[in-house]
């Protein structure tokens, strides 16, 4: 590994609109209760319901099918040191996801090769490395020179790479962040945006604990219990020793109906 200090992607946590917990408890009430919504929030800014309470029903509703509740709650978070090659990937997320990025114009290009993201596997081979910082360097000094030239400050920005340093804040529903870590936490992600996801996850875990347990990789027990991802790839997975995929789920099935029916046609015919 290269010794040279890359920049670093962070996740950091803002808060969210207002305590998840409350908020989930109410709307899954209002759903499922008689109670009166005024007098169900009374009694939950006065302390009246207990919060170990609200988080029993909330884990509770959590593993059930319906889903509607989990957008009422907005969580809030910025990343830094993120590339606009990550960003345009984060941006196929757009159902309960809202984002602002940072402008290109802002780009202190000043910092060099640290103006940009670097790939792990970039920073590990000497030889690759050497030639990717002489490539930055010639795009930013073509940059510059367009500038200089009077070329249109957005026009000029069509010569940067896709691994110009870029920062978001975005704000994400629970729904959308199930979604969001189901997929990019899973190994077949790019590298950069499943530590983006790992990081949410992680700072879920630390914040929210009760409902981090309904958060992680699609394939794991509190999410979807199997793999649908490409056959080959789910057979290279780590993962792929302790979860099934679903084609072998399916075959299974289809498997236990066979019998079933042979079983059948045998007791008819014995009969």
């Known amino acids: 590994m290269n010794d040279m200090a890359f920049p670093q992607l962070k996740v950091n946590f803002l808060g969210v609109s207002k305590d998840p917990i409350e908020v989930l408890y109410s709307a899954f009430r209002i759903c499922y209760s008689k109670d009166n919504a005024e007098e169900m929030w009374r009694k939950i800014r006065a302390g009246e319901i207990e919060r170990a309470k609200m988080e029993s029903f909330v884990a509770e509703k959590l593993s059930t099918g319906h889903t509607s509740p989990l957008r009422q709650v907005v969580f809030v978070f910025v990343v830094d040191n993120i590339s606009r090659a990550c960003t345009a990937q984060f941006n196929r997320h757009h159902i309960g996801v809202e984002r602002e990025e940072m402008s290109q114009r802002y780009v202190e290009f000043n910092q060099g090769i640290k103006a940009f993201v670097t790939p792990p596997s970039i920073q590990e081979n000497p030889q690759i490395l050497q030639k990717w910082q002489k490539l930055q360097k010639e795009t930013v000094q073509f940059y510059d020179e367009c500038l200089a030239e009077g070329i249109q400050k957005e026009d000029a920005r069509f010569a940067l790479p896709m691994a110009t340093l870029s920062r978001e804040q975005f704000a994400m529903g629970f729904q959308a962040m199930q979604q969001f870590l189901d997929v990019r936490m899973c190994e077949r992600a790019q590298w ?23 958060l992680g990789i699609k394939c794991w027990e509190n999410r979807n219990l199997y793999c649908d991802e490409d056959y080959k790839a789910y057979q290279a997975c780590l993962w792929s020793k302790s979860r099934p995929h679903k084609q072998d789920l399916a075959d299974l099935w289809q498997n236990e109906k066979l019998s079933h029916r042979k079983a059948l046609k045998d007791e008819g015919a014995g009969s």
Not at 192 to 214: D, N, S, V
């Open 192 to 214: 950069e945006i499943r530590e983006m996801a790992k990081q949410i996850y992680k700072i879920m875990k630390h914040e929210f604990p009760h409902l981090a347990e309904r």
